[in-house]
């Protein structure tokens, strides 16, 4: 049920409880819902939802200095993570009920011990997500998905029924084609909404309950698709491909140098939010598929193509698909330091977008407002070469 509270009147709304990630969740707990917070898009949030459960996105904080974090994680564990668990030390998110990590990577899937032990909240599940697509692979995440539907069900006391899960299925994929949808706006030239306005929406939106995410999308999508088109002069058209960006920091600093960014391949963003499960097959058949096969990630190898040729594109041809569809002038590869998946992955994908014709920057940050702004130059010394 949306609750009665609830505010969805466009960017008003998104700049909210962007500034205020908590609020919402907050007000949720005082009503009485229970909250299970998660990192990485790879986690089945459909599943917490069909518990009757309000999944939360666990975001770090760009803005304030990791301190507690580091006498519990090496200073080597991805910077995004350390943030996350510190800023969970330190109470920001001490409204939830539970915890749930998947296998992503090594920073993610390593740590979860000194997550549940450090919180001891009431309900926390390791979610085991192989790394290959082999079916073998898909019948064995099928029975993980079972077993954390199992563990869910006996933390809220009720079994979580298949029309359960159809139900939150059907919610989530329909805030995923809303998202889709405001994404379509960007393709005009110049965009209807700008890079930093998207990021914006999409943090704001991955801190609500699904049917209130939605409703906030979707009064943004009629709000922007009112505007008219701008007279002001064209600028390059870019696109940014790296982890979990929560914060408008980065994408605030590219357009703030002379370009716009029309799309993006990040979580959250398209990576997360092109794929949807397939309704006409078993629930837990569809989501297994989704998670595992069609949701594209560094940490996930294809075992597609006979060749290194279809191996390339069948890991990274989404990205090709949307470089053609936004008209993409160039392409920011934004990654963070000790970043194993994407760290490894990148002269592959640098020399698959070349290859498109595309120029491509490739940047190592640390997660931290600290760090964003010694880019400057580079992203305008790139910026420089598209125009010339």
Known sequence: MVGKTFEAKGMSSVEKYYQVYTQRTRELKGEGRGIIGYLCALTPAEIITAAGLIPFRIKGGVREPVTKADAQMETLVCP?????????????????????IPHACDSIARTYEIWKYNLQLP????????HTTSSSSLEFFKAELELFRKRLAGF???????????KA?????????QIKKLYGLRKS?????????????????MGLPVEESTQLVSSVVEQVEQRGSSSSGKLPRLMVLGGQIDDIAFIELVESSGATVVTDELCPGTREYRPEVDTDKNPIDGLAERYL???????????????????VEAMFGD?????????????????YKYCDPLGFDAPVIKG??????IPVLHLEDEYSIASVGRLRTRVQAFLEMIKR
């Open 319 to 335: 990205i090709g698909h949307s470089v053609k569809d936004f008209k993409v002038d160039g392409v920011i590869l934004y990654i």
């Open 156 to 166: 809220v006391g009720r079994e979580i029924t298949d029309d359960d899960l159809i």
């Open 352 to 357: 698959y977008i070349e290859s498109l014709g």
């Open 169 to 177: 299925i059907k919610a989530h994929n329909q805030n995923r084609a």
């Open 80 to 100: 995004l993570v350390r943030s996350c668990f510190d800023v969970t030390l330190k109470g920001t998110y001490d409204f939830l009920d539970g915890l749930v």
């Open 123 to 130: 309900f926390s599940h390791y979610v085991n997500l192989p």
């Open 293 to 311: 096969v069609k949701l594209s990630c560094s940490r996930t190898h294809r075992v597609e193509g006979e060749t290194y040729h279809k191996y």
């Open 189 to 205: 030239d110049p965009p209807l909404i700008s890079g930093v306005e998207m990021t914006m929406v999409l943090v704001a939106a």
